[in-house]
């Protein structure tokens, strides 16, 4: 039997990945062209955009399909790739042929994402070389230091913010509440105050995120940091009026066009902006990461900010993690840049390497948030870092607002039952809009899984069972939905959480937070959508909530990693509560969420 019909039999491969393969096989037969090896590296080449990646990694194919093969040795099948005309081998910068699979190094794409990933590349350079107009330094130190009091203390905040200044292209990764919205938002305010001091107007600025949430947050925590500098002497207050109030997603940005993959803004028709500044950076996949670099007109600034940590996008891509990887850590600087900036931050650590990504990342370390009432940073630590035994340790000895329900795997029986129905309870007796989506915002159960008994699907069935009983209108009052695709047309977006509520003549309306204020439609009209009081963690990535729950499976399952625990346990703003047991959290801990990407190496090249 060919490997092809082994994987195919184990069912290790989706209708679509074997319908590739097999249409080159058809097509192949005719002039002899039909290895096997290459049947089957073309459908996981397909399968591997499903679970995540780039491409395939030809000695790594356990890493996108878990069947019980022996699978080819990795230079004999690229001898073999290399030989069928179906494979491209351009050089790292050429555009690829019309073939559909293109092979550089060891890495097997389809050939579109192979494309999305050396355009991205290519423009994050063109970015990255870029030398915006930094005016005279010397002349923003006293407002740079009014901003960043402790700028000559190897401040990252202020690092960041003064690598802003004479950078085009700027990533900015850490924790939750490292600081980094505060830190852009006086970048942006030494760019307006810069501009107004050199008598130019005020730069076009545009902040975004992947969903709809994310850009809700974003836009709550820049109008408290424009709040907080407005008390700050020596800031004008005409300063902080030119500065942004609101954030969109980065769809609404580019500008969707229905039914197409484009967007309106495009290297042709680029964004009207002079800085793009993009929150939840690790959330975006490396399509719409490849149209936004694109996008971004010359001579404009891009800041990407981030945790790096996070779980990496659902689709194709760790883009985030791949430009940080090929930045390098950032705390030295490449010697001219350390002197440029010397004004602001005094003395720097210098360094050799002048990549073409270095001096362009800094990583914020310390949270100033979630102090008091939730001791959650070490936790976060050990989950990020791996360590099982101090992760462990940390949850049975007790942190602030933390709880270990050790070996509980069903938290909807017993004695926590009520504890989380209460709030949801509370939801259903609450009729306006706004207030309801407020107070959806208190309390999270957050699963590894979707489907099974300890899936979001299941715990979501039975929740909504003890609301609202078995034989409940589907559409109750109270009833939380979440957004499953994105619909432009809504302006809805995968990730997008809605609350239900009856109007007075009983008629249900799905209402979700939008822009300009809330905005309902009937539920018959939706996207597709599913329960929300129980959801993945990776649907709540970019949201935050009061109470989160965390419930992981009794048994190990290969979508849990270290990034999916750092994930959930830092969705908590008050107060954190993980069921598990020992012995999954430890193979949790234990694997990396993985994604093949030939991106930090283009990058680095
Ligand atoms: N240098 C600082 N000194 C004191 N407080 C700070 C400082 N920087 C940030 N904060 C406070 O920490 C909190 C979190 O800041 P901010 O929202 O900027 O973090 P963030 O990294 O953007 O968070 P998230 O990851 O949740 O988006 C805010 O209350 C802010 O006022």
Same mark, same amino acid.
């Given at each position: 039997?060919?490997?092809?019909?082994?994987?195919?039999?184990? #069912?290790?491969?989706? %209708?679509?990945?074997?319908?590739?393969?097999?249409?080159?096989?058809?097509?192949?037969?005719?002039?002899?062209?039909? &290895?096997?090896?290459?049947?089957?590296?073309?459908?996981?080449?397909?399968?591997?955009?499903?679970? #995540?990646?780039?491409?395939? /990694?030809?000695?790594?194919?356990?890493?996108?399909?878990?069947?019980?093969?022996?699978?080819? /040795?990795?230079?004999?099948?690229?001898?073999?790739?290399?030989?069928?005309?179906?494979?491209?081998?351009?050089?790292?910068?050429?555009?690829?042929?019309?073939?559909?699979?293109?092979?550089?190094?060891?890495?097997?794409?389809?050939?579109?994402?192979?494309?999305?990933?050396?355009?991205?590349? $290519?423009?994050?350079?063109?970015?990255?070389?870029?030398?915006?107009?930094?005016?005279?330094?010397?002349?923003?130190?006293?407002?740079?230091?009014?901003?960043?009091?402790?700028?000559?203390?190897?401040?990252?905040?202020?690092?960041?913010?003064?690598?802003?200044?004479?950078?085009?292209?700027?990533?900015?990764?850490?924790? %939750?509440?490292?600081?980094?919205?505060?830190?852009?938002?006086? @970048?942006?305010?030494?760019?307006?105050?810069?501009?107004?001091?050199?008598?130019?107007?005020?730069?076009?600025?545009?902040?975004?995120?992947?969903?709809?949430?994310?850009?809700?947050?974003?836009?709550?925590?820049?109008?408290?940091?424009?709040?907080?500098?407005?008390?700050?002497?020596?800031?004008?207050?005409?300063?902080?009026?030119?500065?942004?109030?609101?954030?969109?997603?980065?769809?609404?940005?580019?500008?969707?066009?229905?039914?197409?993959?484009?967007?309106?803004?495009?290297?042709?028709?680029?964004?009207?902006?002079?800085? @793009?500044?993009?929150?939840?950076?690790? $959330?975006?996949?490396?399509?719409?990461?490849?149209?936004?670099?694109?996008?971004?007109?010359?001579?404009?600034?891009?800041? =990407?900010?981030?945790?790096?940590?996070?779980?990496?996008?659902?689709?194709?891509?760790?883009?985030?993690?791949?430009?940080?990887?090929?930045?390098?850590?950032?705390?030295? =600087?490449?010697?001219? =840049?350390?002197?440029?900036?010397?004004?602001?931050? #005094?003395?720097?650590?210098?360094?050799?390497?002048?990549?073409?990504?270095?001096?362009?990342?800094?990583?914020?370390?310390?949270?100033?948030?979630?102090?008091?009432?939730?001791?959650?940073?070490?936790?976060?630590?050990? $989950?990020?870092?791996?360590?099982?035994?101090?992760?462990?340790?940390?949850?049975?000895?007790?942190?602030?607002? @933390?709880?270990?329900?050790? &070996?509980?795997?069903? %938290?909807?029986? !017993?004695?926590?039952?009520?504890?989380?129905?209460?709030?949801?309870?509370?939801?259903?007796?609450?009729?306006?809009?706004?207030?309801?989506?407020?107070?959806?915002?208190?309390?999270?159960?957050?699963?590894?899984?979707?489907?099974?008994?300890?899936?979001?699907?299941?715990?979501?069935?039975?929740?909504?069972?003890?609301?609202? !009983?078995?034989?409940?209108?589907?559409?109750?009052? #109270?009833?939380?939905?979440?957004?499953?695709?994105?619909?432009?047309?809504? !302006?809805?977006?995968?990730?997008?959480?809605?609350?239900?509520?009856?109007?007075?003549?009983?008629?249900?309306?799905?209402?979700?937070? *939008?822009?300009? *204020?809330?905005?309902?439609?009937?539920?018959?009209?939706?996207?597709?959508?599913?329960?929300?009081?129980? $959801?993945?963690?990776?649907?709540?990535? *970019?949201?935050?909530?009061?109470?989160?729950?965390?419930?992981?499976?009794?048994?190990?399952?290969?979508?849990?990693?270290?990034?999916?625990?750092?994930? *959930?346990?830092?969705?908590?703003?008050?107060?954190?509560? @993980?069921?598990?047991?020992? !012995?999954?959290?430890?193979?949790?801990?234990?694997?990396?969420?993985?994604?093949?990407?030939?991106?930090?190496?283009?990058?680095?090249?």
């Amino acid at each position: 039997m060919s490997l092809l019909d082994a994987l195919l039999r184990q #069912g290790a491969l989706r %209708p679509v990945d074997h319908a590739l393969a097999q249409s080159l096989r058809r097509l192949g037969r005719e002039d002899g062209d039909a &290895d096997d090896r290459v049947l089957v590296a073309a459908a996981l080449a397909s399968s591997a955009i499903a679970h #995540g990646h780039a491409g395939l /990694d030809l000695s790594r194919p356990e890493l996108v399909c878990d069947a019980n093969v022996e699978w080819p /040795d990795a230079a004999q099948w690229r001898d073999a790739l290399q030989a069928s005309r179906w494979v491209a081998l351009p050089s790292r910068d050429a555009a690829a042929t019309q073939a559909p699979l293109v092979l550089e190094d060891n890495l097997l794409y389809l050939r579109r994402y192979r494309e999305y990933e050396r355009r991205l590349a $290519m423009n994050l350079r063109r970015i990255a070389s870029a030398s915006p107009a930094k005016g005279d330094l010397a002349s923003l130190a006293p407002l740079f230091a009014a901003l960043f009091p402790g700028a000559r203390d190897t401040d990252r905040q202020a690092r960041a913010a003064a690598l802003a200044l004479v950078r085009s292209l700027l990533l900015v990764t850490g924790g %939750p509440g490292t600081g980094k919205t505060t830190t852009i938002t006086r @970048v942006l305010l030494l760019l307006i105050a810069q501009a107004a001091l050199d008598g130019r107007p005020p730069p076009r600025i545009a902040l975004a995120a992947p969903t709809g949430r994310a850009a809700e947050r974003m836009a709550e925590s820049l109008r408290a940091a424009i709040a907080r500098l407005r008390d700050i002497e020596g800031i004008e207050a005409a300063w902080c009026d030119a500065l942004p109030s609101s954030a969109s997603t980065l769809h609404r940005l580019l500008g969707t066009i229905p039914d197409s993959p484009r967007f309106r803004h495009d290297a042709d028709h680029p964004l009207p902006f002079d800085a @793009v500044v993009v929150d939840e950076a690790s $959330m975006v996949d490396l399509p719409l990461m490849c149209k936004l670099v694109e996008a971004v007109p010359d001579g404009a600034r891009l800041i =990407l900010l981030g945790d790096r940590d996070q779980l990496p996008s659902v689709e194709a891509g760790d883009v985030l993690a791949a430009i940080t990887d090929a930045a390098g850590e950032g705390d030295a =600087l490449p010697a001219e =840049l350390a002197r440029m900036l010397s004004p602001l931050l #005094g003395a720097l650590p210098e360094r050799d390497d002048e990549g073409v990504l270095a001096g362009h990342r800094v990583q914020l370390q310390r949270g100033y948030r979630q102090a008091q009432s939730l001791e959650l940073a070490p936790l976060a630590d050990a $989950m990020r870092t791996g360590d099982a035994e101090r992760a462990t340790q940390l949850l049975r000895e007790g942190l602030a607002g @933390v709880r270990f329900h050790e &070996d509980v795997s069903d %938290p909807l029986s !017993g004695s926590s039952r009520e504890t989380l129905l209460a709030p949801w309870r509370a939801l259903m007796s609450l009729t306006d809009p706004a207030q309801a989506l407020q107070q959806a915002q208190a309390l999270r159960l957050l699963t590894a899984l979707r489907e099974g008994a300890q899936g979001a699907a299941a715990l979501n069935q039975r929740i909504e069972d003890a609301l609202a !009983g078995v034989q409940r209108d589907p559409y109750f009052h #109270g009833r939380l939905l979440l957004v499953t695709e994105n619909s432009y047309r809504h !302006g809805l977006f995968n990730g997008d959480i809605g609350v239900v509520q009856r109007d007075a003549a009983g008629v249900p309306v799905a209402w979700f937070a *939008g822009a300009d *204020g809330v905005r309902g439609f009937h539920p018959a009209s939706l996207p597709a959508h599913s329960g929300a009081f129980a $959801m993945t963690v990776h649907k709540a990535q *970019g949201s935050e909530f009061d109470t989160v729950w965390l419930l992981l499976p009794k048994q190990d399952a290969r979508t849990l990693s270290r990034e999916l625990l750092y994930t *959930g346990v830092t969705r908590a703003r008050r107060e954190l509560h @993980v069921c598990a047991s020992e !012995g999954v959290l430890q193979a949790a801990l234990a694997r990396h969420a993985q994604r093949v990407s030939g991106l930090a190496a283009r990058l680095r090249a």
